[in-house]
């Protein structure tokens, strides 16, 4: 049997899965990826990368890219509706609110950008920065040995079966993960499941959207807890219906005659002209199965193998949140691994993933079927306690990568509250480096940086003792401290003579007390603390 060695074997080709060769590369980390699909998502899924997925994207060069993409249906489409039919009266009507302004907070903003056209983007990122990317190929079995992973891998073409050796293992193989399963993670539930089967339909609904742009339609018809949406143009639709597997129905049972009255019952036309397609070029099925539900998995590590994306949380579509989070998942994971694979770390380090990033997911997951039911129920968004720029961007990371975290409240705040508070994300300002505009967020990418003050050089001076070995790059804080950077100590909750130090995925690890003097063997212990060594 053929034989390769790689750092990292990732298990899944979706949006997380590529995310995470990107990242991985861009660290320089060997990646073999495996997919068992033959191409790309071709159905649209998320449709959102928030504002806090495109700082990511931003960093690692990725996000012209992804402007440059073809843009949803939901960018001319920005309505959602309560109604028992598209064509009937309405409950509920509401225009999409536009994103807050994140001027001065972001140095970018979200996209609605079609999961379909995302992922061949990162694909062909992966590729480009050298992982080996295998769709059409399964993982058959692995094995954790304690020192690395033994897996065996199969080219669905051929029947050619290979021999993968590698330090570790990233699952982002889907909700329905067999690596997840196989290990026996629990998950923790937070919303009971609603079977429901998504049918894409052709049809002209010029008619009975009566000039409404509705993007969302959640309607009482053929079944409360229908969703009818335009998928990839205005000539072609999804409905997503509840079904009953507890009556022993099936996928199989949706024929295209019954496919065809679902479809005319939710628009609320009996002679409505429509024909139900197969989602996926090349199969025959009409229907396709899967959930409403939220979950988030027990823990995120096994081992040598670590969990990210569906493979360990899932919530409702609402609000965007899946994807995102996952991808966020893999941001963070990446970095650890790459510190412990080249030996600046120690293995701990990897355990912060999981204590730093479920908190999240449980955060995200919480919120996103509050959202849902609101919606379902014909409630506006937004009457809960948290916004949702405070769950995507304000959370606060907890864990022994990050050294005075404070306490657990408040769970998130909004973007223009944070402060530079250790665990949370770095605020933004933009900077001049080497003659070239850039953003702090594209500085924050693959090794620790030291911002210290106006008048804390003797803390840049300790970061140079340290040797290059620790990679840490400073730059100055302060509107008067020269060409390389600007921005204000007091953003970031320091004096004039003081330091933060911030992580590769851009959140702080740690700040500077009022007064405290800077050494080398301050840094050291900080860095040792941080990096688990």
Known sequence: MPETTTQVLVVGGGIVGLSAGVFLRDHGVDVVLVERHRDTSVLPKGRNLNARTMEVYLSHGVEADLRAAPQSVFVEFDERCRAVTLAGEEILREVRPAPETLSGLSPTEAALVDQSAVEPVLREHAVRRGADVRFFTELISHEDTGDGIVAVIADRATGERTTVRADWLIAADGHRSGVRDGLGIGRSLIREATPVVSIVFEADLTGPLRGRRVALAYLDHPEPGTLLTPLDTLERWL????????????????????????????????????????????????????????????????????????????????????????????????????????????????????????????????????????????????????????????????????????????????????????????????????????????????????????????????????????????????????????????????????????????????????GQAPSEQALRHVLDRVLAR
């Not at 300002?429 to 620790?448: A, H, I, K």
Request: charged share 25%; proline share 9%.
């Open 239 to 514: 409905l997503i219906v509840p079904y009953h597997p507890e009556r022993g129905e099936g996928p199989d049972d949706f024929t295209p005659k019954r496919c065809e009255r679902l479809m005319r019952a939710a628009v609320g036309v009996p002679d409505l002209p429509t024909r139900a397609i197969p989602a996926i070029p090349g199969s025959s099925r009409l229907a396709h199965p899967w959930e409403i539900t939220a979950w988030v998995a027990d823990r995120y590590r096994d081992g040598r193998v670590l969990l990210a994306g569906d493979a360990v949380h899932v919530m409702p579509p609402t609000g965007g949140l899946g994807a995102n989070t996952g991808i966020q998942d893999a941001h963070n994971l990446a970095w650890k691994l790459a510190a412990v694979l080249a030996g600046r770390a120690g293995e701990a380090l990897i355990d912060t993933y999981g204590s730093e990033r479920r908190p999240v997911a449980l955060l995200a997951a919480g919120f996103a079927t509050e959202r849902q039911n609101d919606r379902s129920a014909g409630r506006s968004d937004g009457l809960g306690e948290l916004d949702i720029l405070a769950v995507m961007m304000g959370y606060r990371y907890r864990s022994k990568a990050v050294l005075g975290a404070g306490p657990p409240e408040p769970v998130a705040l909004h973007p223009k509250e944070l402060d530079g508070a250790p665990g949370t994300r770095a605020p933004y300002y933009p900077v001049t480096d080497g003659g070239r505009q850039l953003s702090s967020t594209e500085l924050f990418r693959d090794r620790f940086v030291l911002l210290t003050g106006p008048a804390g050089a003797g803390w840049a001076r300790a970061a140079e003792a340290l040797g290059p070995g620790e990679g840490i790059r400073t730059v100055p804080l302060g509107a008067d401290a020269g060409p390389s950077g600007s921005g204000r100590p007091e953003a970031f909750g320091v004096r004039a003579d003081g330091a933060v130090l911030v992580r590769p995925d851009g959140f702080v690890a740690w700040r500077t007390e009022a």
